[in-house]
């Protein structure tokens, strides 16, 4: 989510067009110095061109569909493992998150603990049967399940796919912008298209050249980067305080300005009801919406055998939760070094922490490292989000509904390259026009949509011998319409200063997160419509279906 | 937790299925790996998932409880997170384990078999697929 690489960018010698727009001035004014920006451009640039050349050699050699949507499926568990919690943990998370500890300590260290813990439903629920019945999309392994309505429910589910990659996708790259503003002072329209567009094009040939082996490789290392950034600087942090946690506790509850308080709950809730509800909201969005992102969904299909997904599985388990612990002492950390004033004071939301705590105990080297991991988190999350939303685009609704499963491979292929494109410059249209938003908003709606609509359909279809296409078709367009719904009338659209019409007031729900009705809503949704349908599926579709969920008779024996 | 509830098994097995394929579904041993996997995916949910959420309800609801001091500055609260890795942790060295004694050595068996199966009914070459391996 880091921005100046693209201040670094339109001030390059190469880029005469770009150069004059006033860029160095507005560089000025940022946090970080001209050193570390210097440096931060140069790493960001040789990982950017190191892993195109081997997304580049890696791509789809023989325009295979398979080879486009799955990639390499014989990765190692470790491999497999780095890229499934590159997918897992955005630049939101990263930076989002220690903002949040460094601002209200314990209800911050809550929301780490709840990322970690959406990976636990994935790995015990989800990962297997889904690999097992699965083929390119979520959608594949619905239809598999509802044989007899499978286009509608195609349709349905690769609308939610979409709703919830572009969601997302936007939040990535409006981060871009929200942080090149709180650097560099608010960005003129040159600079926020320059941005927007420069990551936009990068995700694009990403995608399009590379495929699925390009999104795991450019995955792969910014799974790395992280892992090794966030233990070197927490390893940092705590050798301030002689390695001894009730040191750092100490030092960020006085950094903090509110003592103990800073280490009890309700600091970030202003007392009230609401507020509680509306953090309950959250983690319930967070805890459910997290495991049931396209993206993430869409890697599991990816190993060839049920037990390398497990190894791998697991293996993210161990790193996101690794990443997890690193990022909680860098939230504490930057409380105590730099001081909770200060952070708010620079940005209100905190996304800034990181960045002043790197350069307060590592200066401008460590500071450019954690900018270009955040940048290269940001490029990774987005690829991986457009590869979900085009494999949808092109081969549920393209290749399979509007074709009706009659189109060529290398039709499908063209296809999927020119849905990268679509989607690519249709988020970065939506980001252009909505810059405003607050990131941490548009991911929190991504999950909840995810979560009261994917997740619903995804589950029952995978568990439940009762559950019909009428279930299905209105678990999803009830719970993606119960989002918007109640997002359209929450304080995230009117009455409130930041939201997007500051000046009316038709927000009756209170909450900004639909989540805690939203994802029962789906859920029971489902069931009713299961059990008001005229009779049950075909039994024998389940049977060959669970057949094929729990053996998975694909693999090699 | 409880290994042998039987609660699980009875239900689908009750069915005639036609198809030679699907009689695998409606065997004995398959039912039981169909329902080790549920169990333990149903119990390692609720202790994980709904351990964490219950922890959140009372961070929210019983601030002054969680907020208590325990070691040093570490509250009581603290000290719950740090333990939701460890029931974390405990959750995946179970599932797996559950999952190599339980499930693998009869799936591996019924896929085998369903190979097997498979091999004999066609003697003919198999069809051009569109799809790969698929």
Known sequence: ?557 | MQRHSSRHHERPAGRTPSGARNTVASRPDFQVVRGARRRIGVTAMSVSVGGFLLFVLASLFLPEVLGRPLVGHVTLGLAAAAGQFVVMALTVWRYTAHMKRRVDPTVDRLRAELRRDAERRTRTPRQERRFGAW
């Not at chain 1, 990816?302 to 790193?319: D, E, I, K």
């Not at chain 1, 367009?477 to 918007?484: I, M, Q, R, S």
Request: aromatic letters at 8%.
């Open chain 1, 1 to 557: 989510m880091v921005t100046h690489p693209w201040i670094g960018r339109a001030a390059l010698p190469g880029d005469p067009a770009t150069a004059a727009d006033g860029s160095p001035a507005a560089l000025a004014a940022g946090v970080v110095g001209g050193f570390s920006l210097k440096l931060t451009f140069i790493l960001f640039v040789s990982v950017v061109v190191v892993s195109m050349f081997t997304a580049l050699i890696t791509a789809p050699q023989r325009d295979e569909i398979g080879e486009f949507y799955l990639g390499n499926r014989n990765l190692s568990p470790l491999r497999n493992g780095l890229a499934m919690c590159g997918d897992h943990l955005s630049a939101a998370t990263l930076l989002g998150s220690t903002g949040l500890i460094a601002l209200s300590g314990y209800d911050g260290l809550l929301y780490l603990v709840g990322t970690t813990v959406a990976w636990m439903t994935v790995l015990l629920l989800i990962a297997e049967p889904l690999r097992n019945a699965g083929k390119f999309t979520l959608a594949d392994t619905l239809a598999l399940r509802l044989p007899h309505n499978r286009r509608a429910v195609r349709v349905a589910l690769a609308l939610c796919t979409l709703t919830v990659s572009l969601l997302y996708l936007v939040a990535q790259l409006v981060g871009g912008v929200a942080l090149l503003a709180q650097f560099v002072g608010r960005p003129d329209n040159t600079t926020r298209t320059l941005c927007v567009i420069a990551i936009g094009t990068l995700v694009v040939l990403y995608v399009a050249l590379g495929g699925m082996p390009g999104a795991t490789y450019i995955q792969i290392v910014k799974a790395v980067i992280m892992v090794a950034g966030v233990s070197v600087t927490a390893a940092l942090v705590l050798s301030r305080y002689r390695w001894q946690v009730d040191g750092l506790l100490d030092a960020a509850a006085s950094g903090s300005g509110v003592g103990q308080r800073f280490l009890e709950p309700g600091l970030r809730q202003d007392g009230g009801t609401t507020g509680k509800l509306d953090f309950l909201s959250l983690q319930v969005a967070v805890v459910f919406g997290l495991a049931a992102l396209p993206h993430v969904m869409m890697r599991l299909l990816t190993p060839a055998t049920t037990r390398v997904l497990r190894h791998s599985v697991v293996w993210a388990m161990g790193l996101v939760a690794f990443v997890c612990l690193g990022a909680a002492v860098l939230g504490l950390g930057a409380a105590a070094v730099v001081g909770r004033q200060i952070i708010s004071g620079i940005d209100p939301t905190g996304d800034a922490s990181v960045l002043l705590l790197a350069e307060e105990i590592g200066g401008p080297v460590l500071t450019a490292l954690v900018s270009c991991l955040a940048f290269v988190t940001l490029l990774a999350v987005a690829t991986g989000l457009t590869l979900a939303a085009a494999s949808s685009l092109a081969h549920d609704l393209y290749a399979e509904v509007i074709r009706g499963g009659r189109a060529r491979e290398r039709e499908e292929l063209t296809a999927a390259r020119l849905a990268t494109v679509v989607i690519g410059v249709l988020a970065m249209l939506i980001a252009l026009v909505s810059w405003r938003a607050n990131t941490a908003t548009l991911a929190s709606l991504a999950f909840a949509v995810a979560a009261s609509s994917i997740l619903p359909t995804m589950v029952y279809g995978l568990f439940w011998r009762r559950f019909t296409a009428r279930g299905a078709l209105l678990a999803m367009y009830g719970g993606l319409a119960c989002c918007v719904v109640l997002v359209a009338f929450s304080p995230v659209v009117s009455s409130r200063p930041g939201s997007f019409f500051p000046g009316v007031d038709f927000a009756f729900f209170p909450l900004q997160n639909p989540g805690l009705v939203s994802v029962p809503a789906g859920f029971l949704l489902g069931w009713l419509g299961s059990v008001l349908s005229d009779g049950p599926e075909d039994p024998e579709a389940y049977d060959t279906f669970q057949v094929r969920a729990e053996l998975g008779a694909d693999q090699p024996a």
